[in-house]
Nanobody, 127 residues
Framework: QVQLVESGGGLVQAGGSLTLSCVAS????????MGWIRQAPGMEREFVAG????????HYADSDEGRFTISRDNAKNAVYLKMNSLKPEDTAVYYC????????????????????WGQGTQVTVSS
C-alpha cells in the first residue's frame, strides 16, 4: 500500500519560513516524479513545485519561483519543500504527490497526472 506522509506545516508570520517534508512508502521511490500541490479554502488544487525522479530537474509555479525550493533524498524516500518569504496568500493545505515516470528528467506539472497523494499538511501565514 502506497503511503505519502507530510509533515512540517504550521502557523508562521508573513516573511517567515517553513520546510515541509514528505516520506513515501510502498513504492519504488526512485521511479516517481514528486510534487507539492496546495489547496486554499474554496479554491482548486494548484501546482506549487515538482522534481524529477533523479532530482536533476525541477519546476515551480510562477508565484513561487525564487521563494520555494524543492529537493529530494532517494535514499530516504523523502521529498522536501523549503518555503521562504511566506505570504498570507500562501495559506493552504499542502499535499505531496507522486507520479510514476519512465524518464528520470520528467517533472510532472499537471495536478491531474499524479498517481498518489498524501493527506496534506496545513500551512497558515498570518499578516
Amino acid at each position: 500500500q502506497v503511503q505519502l506522509v507530510e509533515s512540517g506545516g504550521g502557523l508562521v508570520q508573513a516573511g517567515g519560513s517553513l520546510t515541509l517534508s514528505c516520506v513515501a512508502s510502498g513504492l519504488t521511490f526512485r521511479n516517481y516524479a514528486m510534487g507539492w500541490i496546495r489547496q486554499a479554502p474554496g479554491m482548486e488544487r494548484e501546482f506549487v513545485a515538482g522534481i524529477s525522479s533523479s532530482g536533476r530537474e525541477t519546476h515551480y509555479a510562477d508565484s513561487d519561483e525564487g521563494r520555494f525550493t524543492i529537493s529530494r533524498d532517494n535514499a530516504k524516500n523523502a521529498v522536501y519543500l523549503k518555503m521562504n518569504s511566506l505570504k498570507p496568500e500562501d495559506t493552504a493545505v499542502y499535499y505531496c504527490a507522486a507520479d510514476q515516470v519512465h524518464a528520470d528528467i520528467v517533472v510532472t506539472i499537471g495536478v491531474g497526472e499524479y498517481d498518489y497523494w498524501g493527506q496534506g499538511t496545513q500551512v497558515t501565514v498570518s499578516s
